[in-house]
């Protein structure tokens, strides 16, 4: 399915770099979301755009910034990571901010060393 | 918020009935209930949505009794494919942030 795709899958940075994660969705939906799922727990919900403004910042570390251009697109943006922020991130897009099915991409397996 | 409650895990063997029963005793009227799918390093895939009674789609059905407290989704005979962990959800229209994943439950499905 490719519905949502991400990029890149694997990244391994360095506490001090700055990095980017992108997420296209291709299914004409008005809302994106950023999930965080670490190890052996559940997956928490860090941002939500709903057409290109943003509805919801789960109390997020400010070493996230997510960015929204367009309805297709979002980004999360990486800088001054701590070795717990590796996890798998995830983005979501529904047709709306509602309650809405939501389809997944495949995640980006981020590691910080 | 609804918060549900699953077992951590189940065991199954290839070509049974899988039940993995949901509770949700603070649901609200306006709540749907959703199921996902997860595999390892992988994004949860949608399975199935009702609000009451059952529904049946190509891969799952999902009974929901008429207080909707619980809900119970049912996989006719699984097989090695199946095995991934399995999350319920409520949430209501307008309410994108009660869509809270719990633990889900562990699914394992032996030869």
């Known amino acids: 399915e490719t519905g949502v795709t991400q990029t890149p899958r694997h990244l391994v940075m360095g506490m001090t770099n700055k990095k980017s994660l992108k997420c296209e969705q291709h299914l004409g939906h008005n809302a994106m979301y950023w999930y965080k799922q670490s190890a052996k727990k559940p997956l928490e919900l860090m941002f939500v755009y709903n057409f290109k403004e943003q509805t919801e910042n789960n109390s997020v570390p400010s070493r996230f910034s997510p960015e929204c251009p367009n309805s297709s697109h979002l980004f999360l943006h990486l800088h001054t990571l701590q070795p717990e922020d590796s996890a798998l991130y995830l983005c979501a897009s529904s047709r709306s901010g509602d309650a809405d099915t939501q389809y997944f991409g495949p995640g980006t397996r981020l590691t910080v060393l | ?111």
């Open chain 2, 1 to 111: 918020l609804a918060k549900t409650t699953q077992p951590i895990s189940m065991d199954s063997y290839e070509g049974q009935e899988v039940n993995i029963t949901c509770s949700h005793n603070n649901i609200a009227t306006n709540d749907y209930i959703t199921w996902y799918q997860q595999f390892p390093s992988q994004g949860p895939r949608f399975i199935i949505q009702g609000y009451k009674t059952k529904v049946t789609n190509e891969v799952a059905s999902l009974f929901i009794p008429a207080d909707r407290k619980s809900s119970t989704l049912s996989l006719p005979r699984v097989s090695l494919s199946d095995t991934a962990v399995y999350y319920c959800l409520v949430g209501v229209s307008g309410g994108y942030n009660k869509l809270i994943f719990g633990a889900g439950t562990r699914l394992a499905v032996h030869p």
